[in-house]
T-cell receptor, first 114, second 115 residues
C-alpha cells in the first residue's frame, strides 16, 4: 500500500516558467511533509517542508502548498532554472506514531530546458 | 556541501568480503539513519539510531550490522553480501527521532557493488 504517491514520473518545463510537482497521500495521520531534490550520484537534499497546521510555506523560488482535505501537496518552483533539473521526492511523517520516520513517494524527474 | 559525510563514496566487494561503511555528522543531531536506495526508487529505511541506541531495524538481514560508536558516528558493517545488495547506501541524521517537524539531512551515499 503506497501511502505517498507522485503520479508523474517526469515533468519537462522551459527555463523561466513555473514548475509544479504534485504529491498525494492516503494516511490522514501524516502531519509533516517535505520535499527533497536528488541529483545523480548525490544524496537527497532537503528543500522545504510544511506542517499540517499551515497551507503554504515559501522559501525563495520554492513554495509548498498543502490541501489537507484533498490530501494533496504541491511544490512550485518559480522561475525554473536548468540547475533545478533533478529528481524530486515528496515525503511525509506522522508525529507520535512513528517519530521522524519518513514515507517517500516514487519521485518525479524534473527537466528544465534552456 | 553536505553536512553528513559518508565514506567511501564507492565500494566494490566480493560476496565473501567484510567491509564497513562510515557516516559522520557534526550538527549535534541525536538520531541517525541508514537507508538503501535502488535506481529510480525512493530510499528504503534500514535502521534508526536514537541517542546511540538502535530504535528501529526494518527486518534487515543479519549480513548488515549497524554500529553507533558515539553520537557523531554511524557505521554499517557488511559481511557475505549478495549481488542484490548492490545499491546506494545513504546515511541521514535529524535533531532527534521523537521530535516534531524535523527534516532528515542526507549524506551523498556509498555506491556499493557486489561481485
Amino acid at each position: 500500500d503506497q501511502q505517498v504517491k507522485q503520479n508523474s514520473p517526469s515533468l519537462s518545463v522551459q527555463e523561466g516558467r513555473i514548475s509544479i510537482l504534485n504529491c498525494d497521500y492516503t494516511n490522514s495521520m501524516f502531519d509533516y511533509f517535505l520535499w527533497y531534490k536528488k541529483y545523480p550520484a548525490e544524496g537527497p537534499t532537503f528543500l522545504i517542508s510544511i506542517s499540517s497546521i499551515k497551507d503554504k510555506n515559501e522559501d525563495g523560488r520554492f513554495t509548498v502548498f498543502l490541501n489537507k482535505s484533498a490530501k494533496h501537496l504541491s511544490l512550485h518552483i518559480v522561475p525554473s532554472q536548468p540547475g533545478d533539473s533533478a529528481v524530486y521526492f515528496c515525503a511525509a511523517s506522522a508525529y507520535g506514531t512513528s517519530g521522524s520516520r519518513l514515507t517517500f513517494g516514487e519521485g518525479t524527474q524534473l527537466t528544465v530546458n534552456p | 556541501d553536505t553536512e553528513v559525510t559518508q565514506t567511501p563514496k564507492h565500494l566494490v566487494m566480493g560476496m565473501t568480503n567484510k567491509k564497513s561503511l562510515k557516516c559522520e555528522q557534526h550538527m549535534g543531531h541525536r538520531a541517525m539513519y541508514w537507508y538503501k536506495q535502488k535506481a529510480k526508487k525512493p530510499p528504503e529505511l534500514m535502521f534508526v539510531y536514537s541517542y546511540e541506541k538502535l530504535s528501529i531495524n526494518e527486518s534487515v538481514p543479519s549480513r548488515f550490522s549497524p554500529e553507533c560508536p558515539n553520537s557523531s558516528l554511524l557505521n554499517l558493517h557488511l559481511h557475505a553480501l549478495q549481488p542484490e545488495d548492490s545499491a546506494l547506501y545513504l546515511c541521514a541524521s535529524s535533531q532527534d527521532f521523537d521530535g516534531d517537524n524535523q527534516p532528515q539531512h542526507f549524506g551523498d551515499g556509498t555506491r556499493l557493488s557486489i561481485l
